[in-house]
Every structure is written in structure tokens, then in C-alpha cells.
DNA sequence: TTTACAAATCGGAATCATTCCGATAAAATA
DNA sequence: TATTTTATCGGAATGATTCCGATTTGTAAA
């Protein structure tokens, strides 16, 4: 997912451009790792004092539903990523800094076999720690 | 885990016997699945009628630093539920009443060989459905 | 079996993430 | 440009969780 993409994705799904969010969305492409909704604010107050956690929230779930952004529920917060474009996979979350490194596993099918009377709607598979630059520092 | 190891956990860490801490280790007992602190202060409530919520989560927390609970975090809320005995698995949660399936399938061996020079301090992996009871309810 | 003390509990206030709402402002379109 | 729809703001409300001072209760030692 990349931002000119995205933001045409909006438009014909009938959202309005706003700088807003067109800067929302070069946060989560340049950051490339799991941000909060805290984050997303405090970077874009930089440029816009009074901007208000509603429109933070309202657009990082629009994001979500649209497919742009990715969520997970790390210690209490929820986080957010930019949504990768490759294949399915799965990801390393560095507790620290939130940086992701992709895993390539996913032992989804084998799960199956396993589930056959559960309707399966999702799965999450995600390994937590530190990243080598973390590690040192 | 069961009720009466536990208890003897609890006394042998230098922790104090209370009824209530019985009563809660055996609401997760005779549960099986995983529940929020709100579910257990209800049940609670109708033997001890003033518990408070500091005590739940005081003693929710207690259970899980003491690995007698194990806890995720489902819509916004912790869910907890009684550790399961048996070697190392994961689970398939319900999403409408918190039963879990135990999944036997745990790819971590072969993703340790993609993440040579990350810490791995956890892992998670989690099937979200519908139970074969709450598909036809 | 009392005593003494640390741990546990209560009640309620505080905190923190998130959501909601009414009023205003800005984008899109005719 | 006028109209309509969507987005934003500011601030209040919500809901889960945590904190805190005062009180109570296990437990171990006297």
C-alpha cells in the first residue's frame, strides 16, 4: 500500500482529500512500523496545533476498514501500520520501537484440518522482542 | 492448573489464603475460557457482594504473574482464562462466548530460523471464529 | 490464644484510551 | 458561486483499569 493509492482509493470510495489525511497517511509510510493514535497526534500537531484526537481516530479506523492501515492490540494501546503489500505473512513487533520484520511462516492450513466445525474468521500470528538495533542500545 | 495447586502456589510464594481468591481460581476452573474481569466481579458479586475491583485485578494480575492465569487481549478488553496443563499450544478463541480449542500446530521452530538476530520474548497465535454452538445459536 | 504486622480489601477518586456529540468549516459537485 | 455532504473541532462522556487512604484479615510468633 503506498500513499498516492491509498488516497485514490479514498476518493473513489466517495471520502473527501484533506491534507489531513493525506499526512496521516505519509506518517504510516515513512514510519513503516506499529504507531498509536498518540503517536499519529503528536507528529501531526507539528503541522496542524489543533488538530483532534476524533479526527485522528475516525480516520485511522477508516483507514482500517478501507484496507490502508493494519491494527494490532499491543499492552492495552492499540497500534498501527501501513499495510504491507506482499503476500499474507506475518510479523516480529519490536516492543521497543515498534519496527517490524516480516515472517514468511503461517501454519494456517495445517490449523485447518485441525478447525473443521469452527468457522474460522481470523487469525493472528505475531512473535514479540527486541530488534537488533534494540537490543544493543 | 488446577484449583488446589494453585492455592498451594499462592501460600508456598508467601501469598495469603482468602476465600475469594478460592472462589475466583474455581469461577476459571469450572469456566474454561477466557473472561473478562467484569464477567468475574458478577459472579462474585453474588457471594460477596462489595468486591471491589481492585481486588480483581489485583489478584487477576497476581494469577498471571504466577502463571496460574494466562491473559489476551480481545476487542479492547483483557480476557483471561486458567493455563492450560498440557504441553505448548494455542488456541482457537469463540468470539462470542470466549471457548477456546486447543490448536496443536505451533510454527515457532521453524520461524526461530528467520529471526537469527532478533530477542524473541513471546509469540502469540490466535484462531478468531465462531464455535460450532454459536454458528447455529 | 492473643499480639503484631504484613498483606488484602474496600470505596471511591483518578487515569488513560477511546468514543460521542453539537456546532462549524471545508471539499465536491451542480 | 450555491448547495450538499463529509470532515473537523472542542469538549464532554464512557469504559476499562489503576491508584490511594483507611480498614480488615490472615498468619506466624510470643
Redesign the interface.
Given at each position: 500500500m503506498n500513499v498516492d493509492r491509498a488516497l485514490q482509493q479514498l476518493k473513489e470510495q466517495g471520502h473527501k482529500y484533506t491534507d489531513k489525511r493525506e499526512d496521516m497517511l505519509r506518517y504510516f509510510d515513512q514510519e513503516n512500523s506499529y504507531r498509536t493514535a498518540r503517536d499519529l497526534l503528536e507528529n501531526m500537531r507539528e503541522n496542524y496545533t489543533n488538530i483532534s484526537f476524533d479526527t485522528i481516530y475516525r480516520n485511522l479506523h477508516l483507514f482500517v476498514e478501507l484496507n490502508i492501515l493494519e491494527v494490532t492490540?499491543l499492552e492495552?494501546e492499540?497500534h498501527f501500520r501501513i499495510k504491507c503489500d506482499s503476500h499474507h505473512h506475518h510479523h516480529?513487533i519490536?516492543?521497543d520501537c515498534g519496527q517490524t520484520?516480516e515472517?514468511?511462516?503461517?501454519?494456517?492450513s495445517?490449523?485447518k484440518q485441525?478447525?473443521q466445525?469452527?468457522?474460522?474468521?481470523?487469525?493472528?500470528?505475531?512473535?514479540?522482542?527486541?530488534?537488533?538495533t534494540c537490543?544493543t542500545a
Open positions: 492490540e492495552g492499540k516480529f519490536c516492543l520484520k515472517i514468511h511462516t503461517c501454519p494456517m495445517s490449523v485441525e478447525l466445525d469452527f468457522a474460522i474468521e481470523d487469525h493472528k500470528f505475531e512473535i514479540y522482542g527486541k530488534c537488533p537490543q
